[in-house]
């Protein structure tokens, strides 16, 4: 069991910077991953990022290279993502996803095993 609790949400505009953390609980050490994904109303929940828990790797959705960088720290058990030149498309809620499986799968709702209860961002034009 994998508690998730996102924090680090709210109103910014458009071009701002916000920084969103992922703090994880329970049986940490089971964790192969951590992914955080989006979704807007009426959208599908879309994949925004991922790290490997303990390796460092990145991953990113097209949408937002070079402008988040997904990070983390074990000592705090807590993932970070800088959201930097945000853009009112970004608006969404934004959830935290613990993946146990050591494989090469991380772009998917169903690849992950535990889910934070979301934290709100909105970008203002």
């Known amino acids: 069991q994998v508690q998730l609790v996102e924090s680090g949400g709210g109103l910014v505009q458009a071009g701002g910077s916000l920084r969103l953390s992922c703090a994880a609980s329970?049986?940490?050490?089971?964790?192969?991953?951590i992914g955080w994904f989006r979704q807007a109303p009426g959208k599908e929940r879309e994949f925004v990022a991922a790290?490997?828990?303990?390796?460092?790797?990145?991953a990113y959705a097209d949408s937002v290279k070079g402008r988040f960088t997904i990070s983390r720290d074990n000592a705090k058990n807590t993932m970070y993502l800088q959201m930097n030149s945000l853009k009112p498309e970004d608006t969404a809620v934004y959830y935290c996803?613990?993946?146990?499986?050591?494989?090469?799968?991380?772009?998917?709702?169903?690849?992950?095993?535990?889910w934070g209860q979301g934290t709100q961002v909105t970008v203002s034009s």
């Open positions: 790290i490997t828990w303990s390796g460092g790797g990145t």
């Open positions: 996803a613990a993946k146990f499986g050591r494989d090469w799968a991380y772009t998917r709702r169903s690849d992950y095993d535990y």
């Open positions: 329970g049986r940490t050490l089971s964790i192969y991953a």
